[in-house]
């Protein structure tokens, strides 16, 4: 996952102040990363005085809302795929990448107080594009709305655990160890070590049974 970067600290503040906009604020907070984002960090990778945020942001939550909504405008999904299918498998690695090169942008966007418009749009979109492949509106909005909180709750809860075996891998160990000859955790250990070794191929198997859900639930014999 992405760290703040140290570059802004090694940028001068002497002479004419730089010149920000909103947009150079929330890309700057999404390369710092939002979990432990502060005025004084965001600062530093822009390289300008702390007090030359104000001038376009309230406070850290401002920030945090302008990125959450300058990450949708980010995400990479061109809507190219000729089926469904393949387009569903699209978006969902492009919420991947999204997320999971945002450090933090996974949690914050499920929280509504960091809801946009810039993401109402993006979705309504997204559904007006899968009715076009045959689904009803509603369906449609189940079916994105599943690849979304899946792609973000893996994410997010991916992170949590990385910041929990930073300060407790040794506790981890030993969880792990008491469990290694019970027979009962067998399928435990299996999920656990797909994870651990590649946690994306964990969530692709997530989407092929949203994208079978879809297929059995909504689509008629005739769309599929």
Not at 106 to 113: C, F, G, L, S
Not at 118 to 141: I, L, N, P, Q
Not at 143 to 149: G, V
Not at 198 to 204: H, V
Request: charged share 25%; with cysteine.
């Amino acid at each position: 996952m992405p760290k703040p970067s140290d570059k802004g600290s090694q940028k001068s503040l002497r002479g004419r102040p730089a010149r920000i906009s909103p947009g150079d604020i929330a890309n700057a907070a999404l390369r710092c990363g939002l979990h432990d984002l502060t005025m004084t960090s965001l600062a530093a990778e822009l390289g300008v005085r702390h007090s030359a945020l104000y001038r376009h942001v309230k406070d850290r939550d401002a920030v945090i809302s302008l990125a959450a909504a300058q990450a949708i405008e980010n995400l990479d999904w061109e809507k190219s795929a000729a089926d469904w299918k393949s387009e569903a498998i699209l978006l969902g690695q492009a919420l991947w990448n999204l997320f999971s090169t945002n450090s933090g942008l996974a949690e914050i966007i499920q929280d509504p107080r960091y809801q946009s418009v810039a993401g109402a749009a993006s979705f309504c979109g997204a559904v007006d594009h899968f009715v076009s492949f045959g689904f009803d509106e509603m369906d449609a909005a189940v079916f994105l709305d599943s690849i979304f909180d899946m792609t973000a709750d893996m994410v997010s809860t991916l992170e949590r655990f990385e910041q929990f075996l930073e300060k407790n891998e040794t506790q981890f160990a030993d969880t792990t160890a008491s469990m290694q000859d019970d027979s009962r955790f067998r399928v435990m250990q299996r999920v656990m070590e797909l994870i651990n070794t590649d946690p994306q191929a964990w969530w692709q198997r997530k989407m092929t049974l949203l994208i079978s859900g879809a297929e059995q639930i909504y689509l008629s014999a005739d769309d599929r």
